[in-house]
């Protein structure tokens, strides 16, 4: 109730000391009523901040769960792929090792293939050789052949000429 009308009814009700008290004691009420209140204000205020806090409290222990969750995947995550790291790191090296030997393979092979050809080429040559000296030796036999027939017709010839020998034996 409004503080000039509880003195508008005190004066009116009963005289002017009734009325003081009446409007001293309605607005000791008043204060009371205004203190219980902001009391109740205050208690109803503090009850949702815990109920917020708790609720935070639970949000953060439910992230920070999480977190070490996620965590143990990355670290899981990280162990595993240093382990493939390593394991492709030595595949890597042998690869790396196959590779130089089989470079070094193929250096030895160009090398020994170089060296054939060149042996070819120089026994290429030297059939070349062969063959030209057989022909200038062909050549020879028949040139030859033919000059020993015309001294075996000559020789015959001559010997029909000549008078017949006889020949004494002893």
């Known amino acids: 109730?409004?503080?000039?009308?509880?003195?508008?009814?005190?004066?009116?009700?009963?005289g002017l000391l009734t009325?003081?008290?009446?409007?001293?004691?309605?607005?000791?009420?008043?204060?009371?009523?205004?203190?219980?209140?902001?009391?109740?204000?205050?208690?109803?205020?503090f009850k949702d901040t815990r109920e917020w806090l708790a609720y935070q409290d639970a949000q953060i222990a439910s992230l920070i769960t999480r977190?070490?969750?996620?965590?143990?995947?990355?670290?899981?995550?990280?162990?595993?792929?240093?382990?493939h790291s390593a394991t492709h790191t030595a595949e890597i090296a042998e690869l790396q090792r196959q590779d130089r030997e089989k470079t070094a393979q193929l250096t030895a092979l160009t090398e020994?293939?170089?060296?054939?050809?060149?042996?070819?080429?120089?026994?290429?040559?030297e059939r070349q050789?062969?063959?030209?000296?057989?022909?200038?030796?062909?050549?020879k036999a028949g040139f030859l052949e033919r000059e020993n027939n015309e001294l075996r017709s000559e020789n015959a010839r001559i010997r029909a000429l000549l008078p017949v020998r006889v020949e004494i034996s002893e």
């Not at 109730?1 to 009963?14: D, T």
């Not at 969750?69 to 595993?80: D, F, G, I, S, V």
């Not at 020994?112 to 040559?125: H, K, P």
């Not at 062969?130 to 050549?139: A, F, G, P, Q």
Request: no cysteine.
């Open 1 to 14: 109730m409004p503080e000039w009308l509880a003195i508008v009814l005190a004066i009116l009700g009963g």
């Open 19 to 45: 009325g003081a008290g009446a409007f001293l004691r309605s607005v000791g009420q008043n204060r009371v009523e205004r203190a219980k209140q902001q009391t109740d204000d205050r208690t109803l205020l």
């Open 112 to 125: 020994q293939n170089t060296r054939q050809a060149a042996q070819i080429a120089s026994l290429t040559d």
């Open 67 to 83: 977190n070490e969750q996620l965590e143990a995947r990355l670290t899981a995550q990280a162990e595993k792929q240093a382990s």
């Open 129 to 139: 050789q062969y063959i030209e000296r057989l022909k200038v030796s062909e050549t």
